[in-house]
């Protein structure tokens, strides 16, 4: 048990120094959401009244972004260095192995999105309640956007090819975390739906994916690369 | 028969070969009783003769569906068992399912048109059928993807449990998130608001579609075998030659 236990803590360890320290796979989330947001406003004008109302919608679809190509990096990196092999022969069971590099992955990726989440609100003209709303919501979901997309890296880690492929598997599972995301957001900024229901099934959604994502990463790995 | 014996792709095709004559015959039968039921359906007070494109449509979502479900019993038979014959009956029905989708959406949208004003709305049930025919568009680019049909077939095979799990909540929160649509009228509690002259040709239709989609699973799944010995055999022979 502590044998697993030291272990984990290790794998945990590794993989947020790796992220922080080597190529700046938070950063660079950070700085494409960042050019997502300063986009769109060339896209629909800077009309600040618009950008107000689609705030939450534009922080989401930046967030839900960034991190469907920040997954490229979960697994695939490993398997190019060897350590993937390692993790999969490892007492630790798998299941435990990739949970743990996705929450690492989510420290470093997911948790730098919702902590910029506030700055880029001021550039979408969103007021404190509401920036504090979307941050929140993100804070809830991208959890979520983390464990289903370690499915989708873990099946295109057992093909050898990402990219693409990867956000057209992964996308569509995201729907339901992105609708009650902006639906709790807009909840919180003009109603009239509570707060509390969209947010809590966004909650709910986040913990079925930490419960289904492990598992089903783990029967992608072990099937695709026998 | 028990199952494992069709694990031979002889003995299966031979059974394929066996029934899909009378398959295909049962097909034809159901279609042309169907289809003369639904010209003799009377039209829609409101609608008009456009309420028969709803004995195309309705049939085409309930098979959308089914052909996922055929699917996701076939990935079990992948990762649990490994039996050969799932990996094909997984590949054959994506296919047909895609077309099924599609066909729902189409004759959705053209429905649509007339009715609503407009060839498509972001309503729930259109949005969700939608989705899922984006997931079908994953399943079958992943099975594109690999080589070796047999690890294909156990990714796919994950991937597709998945999607069975993702598609009951895709479908609640496409709901939650908006609806335009018609409740639901064919099953429901307190009996169907379908009136009967429209409803016997519904369900006609809807067994129609359900032998044409085993007829075409089945044959899919006979080619797929077919199409596998042919390229194990172009292998053998490239080998014979080197």
């Excluded at chain 1, 979960?74 to 092999?85: F, K, P």
């Excluded at chain 1, 990867?166 to 739906?193: D, E």
């Excluded at chain 2, 015959?25 to 409101?46: H, K, M, V």
């Excluded at chain 2, 699917?71 to 038979?77: F, I, P, Q, R, T």
């Amino acid at each position: 048990m502590t044998g697993t236990l030291t272990a984990v803590t290790a794998l945990f360890i590794r993989d947020a120094r790796i992220a922080i320290r080597i190529g700046g796979g938070a950063m660079i989330g950070v700085l494409f959401f960042l050019t997502v947001v300063t986009l769109v406003p060339f896209a629909i004008g800077p009309d600040l009244a618009l950008l107000r109302r689609i705030g939450p919608a534009i922080l989401w679809l930046g967030a839900l972004l960034a991190n469907l190509l920040a997954l490229d990096r979960l697994i695939t990196m490993d398997q190019e260095d060897g350590s993937l092999d390692l993790i999969l022969m490892a007492r630790v069971p798998l299941e435990l192995a990739v949970a743990t590099k996705a929450v690492a992955h989510w420290l470093t990726t997911g948790l730098p999105l919702v902590l910029a989440a506030p700055l880029l609100g001021l550039l979408l003209n969103l007021d404190p309640q509401a920036t504090g709303a979307v941050a929140l919501t993100l804070l809830a979901g991208t959890p979520a956007l983390t464990f289903i997309g370690l499915i989708g890296a873990a099946l295109t880690v057992a093909l050898r090819r990402g990219g693409l492929l990867l956000a057209v598997l992964v996308l569509p599972l995201t729907i339901p975390v992105l609708i009650f995301g902006v639906a709790a957001s807009n909840a919180a900024i003009v109603g009239p739906v509570p707060f509390a229901a969209p947010f809590g099934v966004l909650c709910a959604l986040s913990l079925m994916s930490l419960v289904v994502g492990p598992f089903a990463a783990a029967v992608a790995l072990r099937q695709g690369l026998e | 028969m028990p199952l494992i014996d069709l694990a031979n792709p002889s003995r299966f095709l031979a059974l394929a070969s066996r029934v899909l004559p009378w398959l295909t015959a049962a097909t034809l039968l159901a279609f042309a009783f169907g289809i003369s039921q639904a010209y003799l359906a009377p039209d829609d007070y409101q609608q008009g003769a456009t309420v028969k494109i709803m004995f195309l449509h309705v049939p085409a979502a309930w098979l959308g569906m089914l052909a996922w479900g055929v699917m996701s019993v076939a990935a079990l038979g992948t990762l649990v068992w490994r039996h050969p014959l799932a990996d094909v009956a997984a590949k054959a029905a994506a296919p047909i399912g895609a077309a099924f989708t599609l066909m729902c959406l189409v004759t959705g949208s053209l429905w649509g048109r007339p009715m609503w004003g407009t060839y498509w709305v972001w309503d729930a049930r259109l949005t969700s059928v939608l989705v899922l025919f984006l997931m079908y568009l994953g399943v079958i680019a992943l099975w594109r993807t690999v080589d070796d049909p047999a690890r294909a077939a156990r990714v796919v095979a994950v991937l597709t449990l998945v999607g069975a799990i993702n598609i009951p909540i895709i479908k609640f929160s496409v709901e939650w998130w908006n609806t335009l649509h018609q409740p639901a009228s064919v099953l429901r509690l307190g009996g169907s608001t379908i009136h009967p002259t429209i409803l016997v040709p519904l369900i006609v239709m809807v067994v129609a579609f359900t032998l044409l989609f085993l007829t075409l699973h089945l044959a899919a799944m006979r080619n797929e075998i077919l199409r596998r010995r042919v390229r194990t055999m172009q292998m053998l022979q490239a080998d014979a030659r080197a």
